[in-house]
C-alpha cells in the first residue's frame, strides 16, 4: 500500500528545471523536488542566490546544477532547457516560477512598467512552455507548470499590471495544455495566495528597505484573517503542490489552475 503511493508522488530518475529558484516559491519547490527524488536544474538571474540554492540541496544528499538565464531573453530559455537535456540527458518537469511584481495606480503605470511585467511574468512564461514542450515532445511525456497568482482571480487595487499578466498565464496554461497533450504533455498553473517571500513582503519594510517586526506581526495577522483557516502561507505550502502536479500521482490532471490560498479566494 504504502510503496503504491510513494511511487505515484516519487520524481526518482525525473530531471526538473525551475525558473526564479534563487528565491523564495522557486527554491523551496527545487528543494521538495530534489527531496523527491529529481535532479534540479536552478534557473534565475541572481547568480549568489542560485549558487546558495544548489548548495543547500546537495548537503542534503540531492542532485541539483544552477543555470543562469534571464526569462525574459528567450534565447537564454531555450539555452536553459537544451543545457537540462545535455546535461542531465532528458527533461520531465519544467516550472516557470521567475517572477515580479509592482504595485501602481492605473492612473499612473508607464508603459515600461508594463513592459517589464509583460516580458518577465508573460513573455518568460511563454517561452518556457515552448522550450520545454520542445525538449519534451521526443519523450512523449512531460509536465509543465506555470505560477500564476490569487491576483489573476481577485481585484486588487494597484495590481492592474501583474493581475493581467498573471490571468494571460492562466489562459496560455489552458492553451498549452490542449496544444501539448497530444504528445503527452501535461500543463497546470499554480496560483499561490500571499506567500511570505522577498516579492510579498514589502510592506513590513521601513524607509530603510528592512523588515520592521512589528509591520511583520501585524502584516501576518492581517492576511491570516483572510483565510477561513486562519493560516498564512509558507513556501512549502506552494512546494508540496508542485510536487502533486510534477508526479504520476496528477497524470489525469492538466489544464488546471490549483489554488493553494488557505481559502482566502474562491473562484
Ligand atoms: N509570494 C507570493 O505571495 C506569491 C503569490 C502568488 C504568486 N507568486 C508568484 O510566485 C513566483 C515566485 O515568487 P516569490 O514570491 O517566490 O518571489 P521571490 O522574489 O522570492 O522569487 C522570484 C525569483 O524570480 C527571479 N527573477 C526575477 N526576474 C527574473 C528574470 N527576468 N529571469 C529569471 N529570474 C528572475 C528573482 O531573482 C527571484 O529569485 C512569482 O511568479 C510570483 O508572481 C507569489
Same mark, same amino acid.
Given at each position: 500500500?504504502?510503496?503504491?503511493?510513494?511511487?505515484?508522488?516519487?520524481?526518482?530518475?525525473?530531471? =526538473?528545471?525551475?525558473?526564479?529558484?534563487?528565491?523564495?516559491?522557486?527554491?523551496?519547490? !527545487?528543494?521538495?523536488? $530534489?527531496?523527491?527524488? !529529481?535532479?534540479?536544474?536552478?534557473?534565475? /538571474?541572481?547568480?549568489?542566490?542560485? =549558487?546558495?540554492?544548489?548548495?543547500? /540541496?546537495?548537503?542534503?544528499?540531492?542532485? $541539483?546544477?544552477?543555470?543562469? &538565464?534571464?526569462?525574459?531573453?528567450?534565447?537564454?530559455?531555450?539555452?536553459? =532547457?537544451?543545457? =537540462?537535456?545535455?546535461?542531465?540527458?532528458? #527533461?520531465?518537469?519544467?516550472?516557470?516560477?521567475?517572477?515580479?511584481?509592482?504595485?501602481?495606480?492605473?492612473?499612473?503605470?508607464?508603459?515600461?512598467?508594463?513592459?517589464? #511585467?509583460?516580458?518577465?511574468? %508573460?513573455?518568460?512564461?511563454?517561452?518556457?512552455? $515552448?522550450?520545454? &514542450?520542445?525538449?519534451?515532445?521526443? *519523450?512523449? !511525456?512531460?509536465?509543465?507548470?506555470?505560477?500564476?497568482?490569487?491576483?489573476?482571480?481577485?481585484? &486588487?487595487?494597484?495590481?492592474?499590471?501583474?493581475?493581467?499578466?498573471?490571468?494571460?498565464?492562466?489562459? #496560455?496554461?489552458?492553451?498549452?495544455?490542449?496544444?501539448?497533450?497530444?504528445?503527452?504533455?501535461?500543463?497546470?498553473?499554480?496560483?499561490? @495566495?500571499?506567500?511570505?517571500?522577498?516579492?510579498?513582503?514589502?510592506?513590513?519594510?521601513?524607509? $530603510?528597505?528592512?523588515?520592521?517586526?512589528?509591520?511583520?506581526? *501585524?502584516?501576518?495577522?492581517?492576511?491570516?484573517?483572510?483565510?477561513? %483557516?486562519?493560516?498564512?502561507?509558507?513556501?512549502?505550502?506552494?512546494?508540496?503542490?508542485? #510536487?502533486?502536479?510534477?508526479?504520476?500521482?496528477?497524470?489525469?490532471?492538466?489544464?488546471?489552475? %490549483?489554488?493553494?490560498?488557505? @481559502?482566502?479566494?474562491?473562484?
Amino acid at each position: 500500500m504504502h510503496d503504491e503511493l510513494s511511487q505515484a508522488f516519487s520524481l526518482e530518475g525525473r530531471v =526538473a528545471a525551475v525558473t526564479g529558484a534563487a528565491s523564495g516559491i522557486g527554491r523551496d519547490t !527545487a528543494r521538495v523536488f $530534489a527531496l523527491a527524488g !529529481a535532479q534540479v536544474v536552478l534557473s534565475d /538571474i541572481d547568480a549568489a542566490g542560485l =549558487a546558495e540554492a544548489v548548495a543547500e /540541496i546537495t548537503e542534503l544528499g540531492g542532485v $541539483a546544477e544552477a543555470h543562469a &538565464a534571464d526569462v525574459a531573453q528567450r534565447t537564454e530559455v531555450d539555452a536553459l =532547457a537544451e543545457a =537540462a537535456v545535455r546535461s542531465r540527458g532528458r #527533461l520531465d518537469i519544467w516550472v516557470n516560477c521567475a517572477g515580479v511584481a509592482a504595485t501602481m495606480p492605473v492612473l499612473e503605470a508607464t508603459e515600461a512598467d508594463i513592459d517589464r #511585467l509583460v516580458a518577465i511574468n %508573460l513573455k518568460g512564461t511563454y517561452w518556457g512552455c $515552448a522550450a520545454a &514542450a520542445r525538449a519534451m515532445q521526443a *519523450q512523449g !511525456a512531460g509536465s509543465i507548470i506555470n505560477v500564476s497568482s490569487t491576483g489573476a482571480d481577485s481585484a &486588487a487595487a494597484g495590481f492592474s499590471i501583474y493581475a493581467m499578466t498573471k490571468g494571460a498565464v492562466n489562459t #496560455l496554461t489552458r492553451t498549452c495544455a490542449k496544444e501539448f497533450g497530444a504528445f503527452g504533455v501535461r500543463v497546470n498553473a499554480i496560483a499561490p @495566495g500571499w506567500i511570505e517571500t522577498p516579492l510579498a513582503n514589502f510592506r513590513f519594510r521601513n524607509a $530603510a528597505g528592512e523588515i520592521d517586526p512589528q509591520l511583520r506581526e *501585524q502584516g501576518l495577522r492581517d492576511r491570516a484573517k483572510a483565510s477561513p %483557516l486562519g493560516l498564512t502561507g509558507v513556501p512549502r505550502d506552494v512546494g508540496l503542490a508542485m #510536487l502533486y502536479l510534477a508526479s504520476d500521482a496528477s497524470r489525469f490532471v492538466t489544464g488546471q489552475v %490549483l489554488r493553494p490560498n488557505g @481559502g482566502a479566494s474562491m473562484p
